[in-house]
């Protein structure tokens, strides 16, 4: 190695020493990246059959394959569970992550069930939906909706930072970034869905519309005696059951509740409370039509 | 295999009887993700050579290389436009693929045309542009652009899903989300891009230029007798030539047209149409600016 | 060949000739999206050594691991940072190409110092961030500013496109748009981050903290005589120290300055300076809140 860069090799290993971010201390404790890139697309293969293949399955091929499928997933996904444990404690053994691994795939028929809904609201909700078929292949919203039901159940279970890669996973391909901590009801549908940001205490019932951009985040955070971020706690919006949230509206707020049937309208900026079936939208009048002709001091820029 | 994984498998298999979503009637009937993805990349190849290759190609290269990726690409995309059409007539022969296959790839030419006025509008557009390597190679509105015109051409043929299923492949690595239905004119520019939504009847002038955040998308929709969304319709606005949108700007209806030469200001929600030489902005007298350390008991929050 | 594609193939031999963006004139002087692809891996690799690895690192292994990726880092990058140079400079040698790379690796622990600062910064500003290890491994932004940091330094050496080709390989893959001219101080998050753009010009202050969608961008356009965009000057904000901007915010302008301490609220667009310690919110009293039952023929829409 030429000596220059030997020389910035030894100087990037003191920086290991002194400012950290190295995994040395214990072999198998961080989970992948890479493992979970692979094991998000095999549990959509195992949720959606015949949707990310490459080839088509046989009706009698069908049986054999998902046993193939879901001993791969089992083994992949077993293995970062069990990495996501041991960096909590280090002493925990195989078999906790091992029970946590069964109970979670012993809901996958469950999970398909709440995506049988999701599929459905979004066929209702966008007038360019023609098919099943095309909203399974290319929306979206439902590759994020079925990592997040997923991560939600591993979050249960007190899994960490597992859930959140997860979940990060599908915000890095869909734009949409949903926390695994969040409770989402059954038909929920998200159109467009890049900037959509749903945040890990948030409740939101059945039936609800999101569109792009939409917020469902935190306000001002508490501090303790120290200046410190409580962390924790209930931060996030409630959303009743057949709400619909039109583009880039940011809803704030633990104590927020938006009550059933209400309507949010686009760019709208709440941080409280709505009741049953209201419309929220700004006064239509503030919005200033001039002509780029006449002379207008008053103009903030000219194009 | 273990046999409580044995069991969840059975269940799973189940749960693919009773929920659906598995395409084990036709061997050939649907669109691969994974080709769709291939395909683009190769597209994109022909479209702008030696911009997406990792070896320089040579003058004398240039017309055998032309004819094996025109090959390849023919192959890979005409099986999947065959799948397409298949979907909704499983009767349908080869040779209508072939014949829409031809007719795109005869178009090229013309795509290219198109995109070069994209990269001059993105050189004048931007004045961090300093080079049309530079807008060709790192740009993302030009990814998207030039899979949406393309993918236009196939929504124009009629055919289904295959055409969405591109656009969606453009939207997940650049966050720019058009429906191929969209008719968009020549000089087109999307800066930085992330979160723009066009909707599938937009119809888009020359020379218009779109920041990041841009929603052109459907109001409310119409219900029929069954309560159910009508598809299809004029649900998206229309854009003159020479209109400017800056950031996170929200306009929505099918009857909304915004007129030539117009500029619609940053997080402008609209909802009508706007004259000829407008420019569209909010009252700037209701942006409050408080001294923190003031007490206001009127403040919304505190950090 | 089939006839009708070869005919399809010499008209598009023609369009490359006289629509141009064919690289047949010099060999090696386009840098590769590709490479651009593997070295913004390698970098995250050698910046966060067990991060981004399929298997962990001992600690017995840490140096030798280090020296065989800083060489091919250093391999891979430094023939990249020798295109770009070439491709503004024809006759530019491999030595400054060889210089240019060495000075920039020479700075990886410095890198490392201000990285170690962003992760505080996230863990102290985020209630959901449990463990350094969960920003490091998920946290989109960490992704994004450890590539602009990056390519800062090789915009400041004065190399044109290759890091424009970092910053948008890190966009495409967060959603998070920071130009690499941007100045950007220590203890720097943002929080969810799908949306953000960040300008070329702008400079940004330490413990600054911005949430998704957050706009720092450039204003209307100067133009020169022949009605050109200028390129070049202050066109960006600058951000102070302690400044928070939520959601969905748009400040423009390069005579726009956020004084230090300064809040600005979710859905802002602001134009103008505004003193240290400010709180810039919207009034809150043009929201209107209507009961869906009620009619209003001033509705704008009903759902």
Known sequence: MPSRLAGISEKIL???????????????????????????????QVLFPGFHDEHPIHKNELAETTRIRLEALAERLGAQIARSIRLNDPKATDENAAEVLLRFLDQIPAIRELLRTDIQA??????AATSDEEIILSYPCLEAIAVQRSAHLLYKEGIKLLPRMMTEWAHSRTGIDIHPGAKIGPYFFIDHGTGVVIGETCVIGSHVKLYHGVTLGARSFAKDDRGQIVKGGQRHPAVGDFVTIYPNSTILGGETLIGNGSTIGANVFLMHSVPVGSLVVYEEKQLRILEKSKPATELEWSI
């Open 122 to 127: 979004a066929f209702e909700g966008d007038p």
């Open 14 to 44: 003191t920086s290991y020493e002194a400012v950290g971010g190295l995994n040395h201390t214990d072999r198998h404790n961080l989970p992948s990246k890479r493992a979970v890139d692979s094991l998000c697309e095999q549990l959509l």
